[in-house]
């Protein structure tokens, strides 16, 4: 089945630095890949998603970039603030399972004032 | 995206109890999903809520344990049965508005077993 790594566990940046997260994946018949944010004692909340006929997607200060052949995903945050402090989730969608996500492990991004 | 009410947001519970978690969407979704979330961990499904039938489990998760009810389109429960410590987490519902879009999450219901 599919398995989803996500590194690094932790990020430290200061404020106004950029942050990238990456994920990899096994299954390569994915074709849906979100991120979520979770702040200390809130819910998942989704912040971008890209799916795989597509290599790059942005929103403001946050993009996603996917690379099928590597199968490997990653999350770019430019001109960090306080406020992007998290966990950020990396998940996975196969399109053979397309009822489910599978789930990273989770980044714990500190940014520094 | 749907507004998605969980209840209750917290509870205490007595080991050997069971507790009911429900899960309101103020719209019609297709696809509703129940997912554990221990302390600083990831987010573990545990079942698919299918409406009008029985759930779908993950590997490690059973019905004895986890009863999931969906009679609509838009409310589910998972009742947590004969619970122990081990079962003090974080429990979520997710719900999609179809089988190819994206999943939002409600807020959660911190259980704790003493």
């Known amino acids: 089945g599919e398995n989803v790594e996500q590194h690094p566990s932790t990020l430290s940046v200061q404020e106004g630095d950029s942050a990238v997260i990456k994920c990899t994946y096994s299954?390569?018949?994915?074709?849906?890949f979100p991120w979520y944010k979770q702040e200390l004692g809130k819910r998942p909340q989704l912040i971008i998603d890209?799916?795989?006929?597509?290599g790059e997607k942005k929103d403001q200060r946050i993009a996603v970039t996917l690379n099928k052949t590597a199968k490997h995903f990653s999350l770019h945050i430019t001109e960090t603030q306080p406020e992007d402090s998290a966990v950020y989730f990396c998940?996975?969608?196969?399109?053979?399972?397309?009822?489910?996500?599978?789930f990273g492990t989770g980044t714990r991004l500190q940014v520094f004032p | 995206s749907a507004v998605i009410s969980q209840k209750p947001s917290r509870d205490i519970c007595q080991r050997g109890t069971s507790l009911t978690i429900q899960c309101q969407v103020d719209?019609?979704?297709?696809?509703m999903f129940w997912y554990r979330q221990q302390p600083g961990q990831s987010l573990t499904l545990i079942a698919t809520?299918?409406?009008?039938?029985?759930?779908?489990?993950e590997s490690g998760f059973v019905i004895d344990k986890f009863p999931i009810s969906r009679p609509n389109l838009t409310f589910s429960t998972l009742t947590v049965s004969n619970m122990s410590p081990e079962d003090s987490s974080i429990y979520l519902c997710?719900?999609?508005?179809?089988?190819?879009?994206?999943?939002?999450f409600g807020d959660g219901t911190r259980l704790s077993i003493l």
């Open positions: 299954d390569s018949a994915s074709n849906y």
């Open positions: 809520a299918n409406q009008g039938s029985e759930a779908t489990y």
């Open positions: 890209i799916r795989s006929n597509v």
């Open positions: 998940a996975a969608r196969s399109s053979y399972n397309t009822d489910k996500l599978i």
């Open positions: 997710s719900v999609g508005q179809d089988i190819q879009g994206p999943q939002h």
């Open positions: 719209s019609q979704v297709t696809m």
